[in-house]
């Protein structure tokens, strides 16, 4: 799983595509947050709060089996 500005989506789908793995899950946080800042404690709390349950999903979902 990866956590990805918007801005940089793009890069990591292909990074991903090229890994051989289109399929690979990202969760997406957009602005007010920029993606190249230092963000403060208080950003990260609220970043942290708003993508917590996808993680959560994501961590817990059941794969098919192969």
Not at 6 to 15: D, M, N, P, Q, V
Not at 22 to 40: E, G, N, Q, R
């Amino acid at each position: 799983m990866c956590i990805v500005h918007k801005e940089l989506t793009g890069s990591a789908k292909a990074i991903a595509r090229i890994s051989g793995h289109d399929d690979y899950p990202f969760i997406v946080v957009d602005y007010p947050h920029i993606p190249t800042a230092v963000w403060s404690p208080e950003e990260i709390d609220e970043i942290a709060k708003q993508v917590a349950p996808q993680v959560r999903e994501l961590l817990t979902r059941q794969l098919p089996k192969t």
